[in-house]
C-alpha cells in the first residue's frame, strides 16, 4: 500500500461544477503540498499545509491531521483547470517529499 | 525573477549513452532534488543534495550520479547502466534551515528523455 494515497485517479467533468480531490496518508508528515502539472510537465506548488485551511482565488486545501487526509477543492471550475493534481507528504524528520500518484482532471466546457 | 531552470525540455538519446540533464536555479535554495516519474506512478526521489560538495542517494538512485559543486547546479547524469531511462525527470529545491521543515519546494518544468 502507497504511503500517499488518492482519489479519484481520473475525474470529468463540467465546467462550472465543484471539484474535490482527495488524499490519505498513513504516516507522520511535517507538511502536506498541493501541486498542479500540466501537459507540458511542469509542476506548481499550489498549497504547502500543516494544519486547517488555505484558499487561494478558487482553489481550497484542507487538512485533517488527527484523520491523516487532505482535500483540495475548485469551485466555479474551469477548462483550463485541466491537470494533474498532486499531493506530497514530507515525512516526518525527513528530507524527502513522498507523492500521491495523482489525479488527472478534465474539465469539459 | 527566481526560480528552476531545466534543459533540455525533451531530450533523445541513444541506449548505450550516457547523458547529462541540467537543473539551476537562482532562488538561493541549499537543497535540491531530482525525481523520476513514470506513467501511472507518483515521482520517485533519485538524488538529493542538502548542501554544496555533498549529496545522498534517494529511493531509485541505481544508474544514475550527480554532482553539487556549485549551490545553483545540480546536473543529473543518466548512465549506461539505468535498465529503463526512458522517463519524465523533475528537479526541485527548497530551503534547508533545519529549525523550519515547513518550507515549500520549488520545481523545475522537467525533462522529458527518451531513449531509443
Known amino acids: 500500500k502507497n504511503e500517499v494515497e488518492q482519489s479519484p485517479q481520473n475525474l470529468t467533468a463540467q465546467e462550472g461544477e465543484f471539484i474535490t480531490i482527495n488524499c490519505s496518508y498513513s504516516v507522520g508528515i511535517s507538511a502536506l503540498h498541493w501541486l498542479q502539472q500540466h501537459p507540458g510537465g511542469g509542476i506548481v506548488s499550489l498549497f504547502m499545509?500543516?494544519?486547517g485551511k488555505k484558499k487561494h482565488g478558487r482553489l481550497i486545501a484542507t487538512i485533517n491531521i488527527q484523520e491523516k487526509h487532505s482535500s483540495l477543492h475548485i469551485t466555479a471550475s474551469h477548462p483550463r483547470d485541466s491537470a494533474v493534481y498532486i499531493c506530497a507528504v514530507r515525512l516526518q524528520g525527513a528530507q524527502k517529499l513522498v507523492f500521491g500518484q495523482g489525479t488527472r482532471l478534465t474539465i469539459n466546457p | 525573477d527566481g526560480g528552476i531552470t531545466q534543459s533540455p525540455k525533451y531530450l533523445f538519446r541513444k541506449e548505450g549513452q550516457n547523458v547529462t540533464l541540467s537543473c539551476e536555479q537562482n532562488l538561493n535554495h541549499d537543497a535540491m532534488y531530482w525525481y523520476r516519474q513514470d506513467p501511472g506512478q507518483g515521482l520517485r526521489l533519485i538524488y538529493y543534495s542538502q548542501i554544496v560538495n555533498d549529496f545522498q542517494k534517494g529511493d531509485i538512485a541505481e544508474g544514475y550520479s550527480v554532482s553539487r559543486e556549485k549551490k545553483e547546479s545540480f546536473p543529473l547524469t543518466v548512465t549506461s547502466a539505468q535498465k529503463n531511462p526512458t522517463a519524465f525527470y523533475l528537479c526541485a529545491s527548497r530551503e534547508n534551515r533545519e529549525f523550519l521543515v515547513r518550507t515549500e519546494a520549488f520545481f523545475g518544468q522537467g525533462t522529458r528523455l527518451t531513449v531509443v
Open positions: 499545509l500543516s494544519s
